[in-house]
């Protein structure tokens, strides 16, 4: 009990992180099955066939490349401009700064379906035509405030004499930006910029609101699922997860590197 009870923390978090992980690794079990019927539910038996052949489910290839594209724009969108709304909060005062902060903060708190909703009505309104555009459109204002966020908290986090610095040693504010202000502030927005491509990539509910005819690949997967869930669904979620998980390692490890090169 006293074990227990000194690594009461460790334990918990280890359980979490399994709770976590165990759908993942249903599934990248699953991708390996031999399903008899429609349904990839139960196993059956050990096959490689989807793995050799992905894309044999017809037009789940282009969906997934269509979440692909949209997931892309929307983070180069929303980290262009999450970034500069978040150096603007935190280096300038203007009027209605703290009315902006707030709102900054809406999509994030609001359920989806309102935001899906609202820009549905907008968009008919204005008598565009849903598609492609209207998805990437809401993708980039539901992605924005994650971006804004992530951003805003390592801006904060910066020690303006290090600017100054740059500043009194002749550099222009150009060259200050991109050799002493850009650098610091990498880490929060390759977070935004990671955060943004997952929930676009991700997102359903937005997406089918504002999708029209454009399928992707959460839209494909659900569709697939009142059918029969094909194989392939697993294999492109396990090589995903596969993926993720190393640019985590992969980060952790570069990290890793730089901390004991300053140390040397």
């Not at 050799?52 to 724009?73: I, N, R, T």
């Not at 903060?105 to 204005?126: G, Q």
């Not at 008598?127 to 459109?137: K, N, R």
């Not at 943004?196 to 999708?211: G, H, Q, R, V, W």
Request: proline share 4%.
């Amino acid at each position: 009990m006293r074990w227990i009870r000194k690594n009461l923390v460790v334990i918990a978090g280890l359980l979490t992180l399994a709770y976590m992980i165990l759908p993942n690794l249903v599934v990248m079990a699953f991708s390996f099955n031999k399903p008899k019927g429609r349904f990839n539910y139960s196993w059956q038996e050990f096959s490689l066939d989807a793995w050799k052949d992905p894309c044999g489910v017809a037009d789940m290839c282009e969906s997934l490349s269509l979440s692909l594209q949209l997931a892309a724009w929307a983070t180069l969108g929303s980290v262009l401009l999450g970034t500069m709304i978040a150096f603007a909060l935190v280096r300038y005062r203007f009027r209605a700064r703290g009315a902006i902060n707030s709102l900054i903060f809406l999509p994030m708190a609001m359920p989806e379906v309102v935001m899906a909703a609202s820009l549905l009505t907008l968009f008919l309104n204005m008598g565009i035509e849903l598609g492609f555009w209207t998805v990437l459109i809401a993708h980039i204002m539901f992605c924005l405030s994650f971006v804004v966020t992530a951003v805003k908290a390592r801006v904060m986090s910066m020690d303006p004499r290090l600017e100054e610095a740059a500043n009194d040693l002749y550099a222009g504010p150009v060259q200050t930006f991109l050799r002493v202000t850009l650098p610091i502030a990498a880490p929060g927005i390759a977070a935004g910029a990671l955060l943004a491509f997952a929930l676009s990539f991700d997102d359903f509910i937005i997406t089918n609101f504002n999708a029209g005819s454009t399928v992707t690949f959460p839209m494909f997967v659900w569709g697939s699922a009142q059918r029969g869930t094909p194989v392939q669904i697993n294999v492109i979620g396990t090589a995903m997860f596969i993926l993720a998980v190393l640019m985590v390692v992969a980060g952790q490890m570069i990290a890793n590197r730089r901390k004991k090169t300053a140390t040397a």
